[in-house]
Structures are given as C-alpha cells and as structure tokens.
Nanobody, 125 residues
Framework: QVQLVESGGGMVQAGGSLRLSCAAS????????MGWFRQAPGNEREFVAVIIWSGGSTYYADSVKGRFTISRDNAKNTVYLQMNSLKPEDTAVYYCAAATAWRGTPSVGSQYDYWGQGTQVTVSS
C-alpha cells in the first residue's frame, strides 16, 4: 500500500503563490507518473499537472500553463506543485495521485492507483 500526504495548502490573495507538497510512503514506491488534480465545489475533478517519474517530463492543463510548475525529488519520493500568479478560479481542493503503470492518458483520474486526502487552496480577490 502507498500513502500520499499533501501539504502546503492555504489562503492567499490573487496574484500570490503557494507550493504544495505530496510525500509518498509505504511499500517500495514505484510510481510511473504522479499528478495533481483539483476539485472546486460543484465542479468535477480536473487535471492540473503530471510528471513522469522516469525522465521528468511534465504536462499541464491549459488553465495553469505558465503559472504552475510540477517537480519531484526522487530521494524524498515527493512531488511539488509551485503555483504562482494565483487566481480566484484556482480555488479548490488539490489532490495528488500516483499511477503504478502506464495507461496512456495521465490526465485521466481513473488511471491513477493512489490518491492523497487533499489540501484546500483558497484564492481571494
């Protein structure tokens, strides 16, 4: 079993920054890729960003491209999401997720095996 624990959420004014962390623990961690998703009240969960564990390639949703950066620390089994120029529409619960096999479409939540408990991000205008 793999546990994912997010941290770093909070409240910030529009234009501000936050950095989310997602630490993986449990059985030998062998993720193929790790992603961030978010869900705002009344909305469906949406893809934010993903990093391919081997090689470090990254992909972003158009809504966050140029403002958010996903990165990883292999030694710590931790993934980060640096969020800059935050907007009120970024307000959501942010979840990290890990996939242990390549399933072709990292932007699809159903392709992930493990999820964190979520961390709230609130951006005020």
């Amino acid at each position: 079993q793999v546990q994912l624990v997010e941290s770093g959420g909070g409240m910030v004014q529009a234009g501000g920054s936050l950095r989310l962390s997602c630490a993986a623990s449990g059985r030998t961690f062998s993720s193929v890729y790790m992603g961030w998703f978010r869900q705002a009240p009344g909305n469906e969960r949406e893809f934010v960003a993903v990093i391919i564990w081997s090689g470090g390639s990254t992909y972003y949703a158009d809504s966050v491209k140029g403002r958010f950066t996903i990165s990883r620390d292999n030694a710590k089994n931790t993934v980060y999401l640096q969020m800059n120029s935050l907007k009120p529409e970024d307000t959501a619960v942010y979840y990290c997720a890990a996939a242990t096999a390549w399933r072709g479409t990292p932007s699809v939540g159903s392709q992930y095996d493990y999820w964190g408990q979520g961390t709230q991000v609130t951006v005020s205008s």
